[in-house]
């Protein structure tokens, strides 16, 4: 588990929180990661098993034993694809779902450890959506990683290692263009950094708002305020709307990018290869392995392009909630300060300062003992000794009799009403009342 002061580190730095709680559970990490590395391998391979079957069979001489042979590794292969995607998802379903609970243990017992003028300057709603936000975020772009984002890189490269058995400037070719795509896409990405993390906070805004209204419904129907809090919830509505459509512009400008550069490889692809076996330099099962090979690239780099676009704007989201939430704690132990031990044992307050920042200070010297056996269920709460500390100290109130005790009569809006209406009538109905 981490400690209040490490999780502190990471509120400017969300690719090292999510790297931490990755190598906390490294082991089935990299049992997935492994197993999708080789489901990709096989994919890839089976095309070109697929070549070697089509020159085998559109060969001069008919061997039997090596198309059979074809066919057993083609076979092999495709088992072998779909078994290591299934041992990458078993495994994914518990690990992935193990770190959200990791993330938001962590998150909360950080959050717990603030001081009281922390959760008076920030709404409980807003800050309860982003330890859900932050985790969810995190669950996504795991998924992400893994499903979407890892499988098109190494398509690609082994694309291109295949392609160069057929000719080694087609290969240099496709290296060439596919590190300028990547480099633009990731500078395109970063430029848009801020859009996404204006929906971050725009979405985080309206969770907090949405949380804080109906927690304190009660309050809001006595004192007749659903108009308002309808229309400042449309506000925020509209407000995160207006920042998710621009995020979302913004990435689809990529995409469409992206299509174009890769839809005019591929076919620059397809007619360098017919030139090729025109000129006798490429077999039947090159050209077919140099299609097959295009269409993956086309269809990798789509949804590399795709998923790291989704990619950054969750990671923008979870960005936004560790720099809310990871702040460093304004009241915390000294780090010489000793655990205190459990058993018959006293506590002492001896010369006891205390005051909130840029407040004045609440007592000063404060000096008691809890005796052991005294109180075993004691909650100190130093707001409170400051108040009765103070030099002219209100008496406890007494304990009402059991008439007293009775339950009231229930009142309701209308009374409210009609004693307020009373309330002005009696002194003269001014208008100046009317705010009251």
Excluded at 7 to 26: E, I, K, W
Excluded at 377 to 402: G, H, M, N, R
Aim: proline letters at 3%.
């Amino acid at each position: 588990m981490a400690t209040v002061e490490h999780l502190a580190t990471y509120a400017d730095r969300p690719m090292a929180f999510f790297l931490y709680y990755v190598s906390r559970r490294g082991k089935a990490h990299a049992i997935i990661v492994g197993a999708v590395a080789l489901a990709v391998v096989c994919s890839i391979f089976t095309q070109y098993a697929v070549k070697l079957l089509v020159d085998t069979l559109s060969g001069q001489e008919r061997n039997v034993a090596a198309v059979w042979h074809g066919f057993v590794l083609l076979a092999a292969l495709i088992a072998g694809d779909n078994i290591l995607w299934r041992v990458a998802s078993w495994v994914g379903n518990s690990t992935f779902v193990n770190v959200t609970g990791d993330v938001r243990s962590d998150l909360f017992r950080h959050l717990t450890g603030h001081a009281p003028s922390y959760f008076s300057s920030s709404p409980p709603g807003s800050l309860t959506s982003r330890v859900t936000a932050t985790s969810n975020a995190l669950f996504t772009v795991e998924n992400m990683l893994v499903w979407n984002v890892l499988p098109p890189c190494m398509a690609t490269v082994w694309s291109i290692a295949l392609v160069a058995t057929v000719s080694y400037a087609m290969a240099a070719c496709l290296v060439v263009v596919a590190a300028l795509v990547i480099l633009t896409m990731f500078r395109a990405a970063a430029a848009g950094r801020q859009l996404h993390q204006e929906f971050a906070y725009r979405a985080a805004a309206v969770d907090g708002e949405l949380t804080d209204v109906v927690g304190n419904m009660t309050i809001v129907k006595a004192f007749g305020g659903l108009s308002r809090e309808h229309r400042r919830f449309d506000a925020a509505v509209d407000r995160e709307m207006a920042a998710r459509r621009r995020s979302l512009r913004y990435l689809e400008r990529l995409r469409i990018m992206h299509a174009l550069v890769t839809v005019a490889l591929t076919i620059g692809l397809l007619a360098w290869v017919l030139v090729l076996w025109q000129q006798g330099q490429a077999t039947t099962g090159d050209v077919i392995l140099v299609c097959t090979l295009g269409l993956s690239v086309l269809h990798a780099t789509r949804d590399l392009a795709i998923a790291l676009v989704d990619v950054t704007q969750h990671t923008a989201r979870f960005a936004e909630a560790l720099q809310t939430l990871l702040v460093p704690h304004q009241l915390c132990d000294r780090p010489d300060a000793k655990t205190l031990a459990r058993g018959g044992i006293s506590v002492r307050f001896d010369k006891v300062d205390f005051a909130y920042p840029e407040c004045p200070r609440l007592f000063h010297g404060l000096k008691f003992t809890i005796e052991h056996g005294h109180n075993n269920v004691l909650t100190l709460d130093l707001a409170s000794v400051a108040y009765w500390y103070q030099s002219e100290a209100s008496p406890i109130p007494s304990i009402p009799d059991k008439e007293g005790r009775k339950l009231k009569p229930f009142i309701n809006i209308g009374d409210i009403h009609r004693w307020r209406d009373a309330w002005r009538k009696s002194r003269g109905n001014d208008p100046a009342l009317w705010g009251n």
